[in-house]
């Protein structure tokens, strides 16, 4: 079975500082690891995907994510965030065995002035 | 090139009654998921089709839900005897093909609210 824990519920940041959202998973297998933003009252966009190679993911709007197989973690990265940054991210885990998403409960990032 | 679709957007209904939400999914998908958001909790996997298929339900109550993907039209989350508890918000997501390491893509999301 699969599982994520995303550790912060909540990360207040300002402006321009830099950030980090960490996830940890735990599977029995190779994994396919995803991060996923979802601003107020939408659906959910994906950010980047690791499925196998360079274990540092580039994905849009400056976001970064490092797969680091030993500690099972796959820890989001920004180094300079902006206002419109401020959402819930989601990170989330699948398998070649297993097609279906299994998500973290979501770290609230709050961007200030 | 219009994204998943789901509608409605915001559905409220009273306890007992049915809900109905719709969700099509992009252009050249043939794969959908349904997906659950309860408040202050991730989203859990409901149920995941094919055009005429349920290839996997186990995230999906026994009793009261079922879901459908016809060979025609758009894939249903049907939900019987609505009860408090079913108030969330349902979200679908296609794919093109099988297999983990396809990107899913969202639609907006439906939000059930029942009073």
Same mark, same amino acid.
């Given at each position: 079975?699969?599982?994520?824990?995303?550790?912060?519920?909540?990360?207040?940041?300002?402006?321009?500082?830099?950030?980090?959202?960490?996830?940890?998973?735990?599977?029995?297998?190779?994994?396919?690891?995803?991060?996923?933003?979802?601003?107020?009252?939408?659906?959910?966009?994906?950010?980047?995907?690791?499925?196998?190679?360079?274990?540092?993911?580039?994905?849009?709007?400056?976001?970064?994510?490092?797969?680091?197989?030993?500690?099972?973690?796959?820890?989001?990265?920004?180094?300079?965030?902006?206002?419109?940054? &401020?959402?819930?991210?989601?990170?989330?885990?699948?398998?070649?065995?297993?097609? &279906?998403?299994?998500?973290?409960?979501? &770290?609230?990032?709050?961007?200030?002035? | 090139?219009?994204?998943?679709?789901?509608?409605?957007?915001?559905?409220?209904?009273?306890?007992?009654?049915?809900?109905?939400?719709? #969700?099509?999914?992009?252009?050249?998908?043939?794969?959908?998921?349904?997906?659950?958001?309860?408040?202050?909790?991730?989203?859990?996997?409901?149920?995941?089709?094919?055009?005429?298929?349920?290839?996997?339900?186990?995230?999906?109550?026994?009793?009261?839900?079922?879901?459908?993907?016809?060979?025609?039209?758009?894939?249903?989350?049907?939900?019987?005897?609505?009860?408090?508890?079913?108030?969330?918000?349902?979200? #679908?997501?296609?794919?093109?093909?099988?297999?983990?390491?396809?990107?899913?893509?969202?639609?907006?999301?439906?939000?059930?609210?029942?009073?």
């Amino acid at each position: 079975a699969q599982s994520v824990t995303q550790l912060d519920s909540q990360v207040p940041v300002f402006e321009e500082a830099p950030v980090e959202l960490r996830c940890n998973y735990s599977s029995s297998v190779s994994v396919y690891l995803f991060w996923y933003v979802q601003y107020p009252n939408q659906g959910l966009q994906l950010l980047l995907k690791y499925l196998s190679g360079s274990t540092l993911v580039k994905g849009i709007n400056g976001f970064e994510a490092e797969f680091n197989k030993s500690q099972t973690s796959f820890h989001l990265r920004k180094p300079s965030v902006h206002i419109s940054d &401020t959402a819930e991210y989601f990170c989330a885990v699948s398998d070649e065995g297993y097609s &279906t998403l299994t998500f973290g409960k979501g &770290t609230m990032l709050l961007v200030s002035p | 090139n219009a994204g998943v679709m789901q509608n409605p957007r915001h559905l409220v209904r009273r306890r007992g009654q049915e809900a109905r939400l719709r #969700c099509s999914p992009m252009k050249g998908h043939s794969h959908v998921y349904w997906y659950r958001q309860l408040p202050e909790e991730g989203l859990k996997f409901m149920v995941y089709l094919q055009k005429e298929n349920i290839i996997d339900e186990s995230g999906m109550p026994k009793e009261r839900f079922s879901a459908e993907f016809p060979k025609e039209g758009p894939s249903i989350l049907r939900i019987q005897q609505v009860v408090r508890g079913d108030s969330a918000a349902y979200f #679908c997501a296609s794919s093109p093909v099988s297999g983990g390491r396809e990107t899913q893509y969202f639609g907006p999301g439906t939000r059930l609210l029942v009073l």
